[in-house]
């Protein structure tokens, strides 16, 4: 698991620049896509249901506070706009394969705006199970939920027994003779 600290400086300079909802959103889903492959959380972010959409307080402060990120207003929009200083230091936190896992679910969401990018997160799973305002989004549960499905599970397991049981002869009637007078019974085993 990577801090949110470096996933937010990661998202922002994979972009260049990304205004707050849309590094609010990138790092939902990014979250999502990660623990859908992997079975587990990407971050330490904690996200909440607000309004209409999925927020981390986290990230705000991240954003407000990292020495590293710079807010740039655009006159012309009134919108913010993150940018990383330095990559430098970023680089060696994060594993190479994890980088390269974020930059591939990131592909996915380039060119969307920050509204196209809150649909998509309004309509994940754990956002719609969520349904108090200010109510924690459980990833940690997700994670759970994924990595189940994603392990040699009962299913797998199920199927193993069941070839070998049919190797074995079993699933084929056989007859019984009984004491009770009925002669014959069928049976499966």
């Known amino acids: 698991m990577i801090s949110g600290k470096d996933l937010i400086e990661y998202i ?16 939902y889903l990014t979250e999502l ?4 492959k992997h079975g587990e959380r990407l971050s330490d972010l904690e996200f909440k249901r607000y309004y209409f959409e999925p927020y981390s307080k986290g990230i705000t402060e991240i954003n407000e506070e990292d020495e590293n990120i710079v807010t740039i ?3 012309t929009s009134n919108a913010k706009f993150s940018r990383i200083i330095s990559k430098d230091n970023q ?17 996915k969401y380039e060119g969307m705006s920050g509204a196209e990018l809150e649909k998509l997160a309004d309509e994940t799973e754990p956002f719609i199970d969520t349904n108090e305002l200010e109510e924690k989004i ?3 549960g997700y994670a759970d939920h994924y990595k189940a499905l994603l392990s040699e599970d009962k299913w797998t397991k199920a199927i193993k027994r069941r070839d070998e049981r049919k190797k074995e002869g079993a699933g084929k009637r056989k007859i019984l003779k009984s004491d009770s007078g009925i002669d014959l019974y069928f049976t499966e085993f």
Request: aromatic share 4%.
């Open 12 to 27: 922002i300079g994979h972009f260049d620049q990304v205004n707050a909802k849309q590094l609010q959103k990138l790092a």
């Open 33 to 36: 896509d990660y623990m859908k």
């Open 73 to 75: 207003s655009n006159t």
């Open 91 to 107: 680089e060696d936190r994060i594993e190479q394969s994890i980088k390269e896992e974020i930059d591939r679910i990131l592909s």
């Open 138 to 140: 459980d990833l940690d």
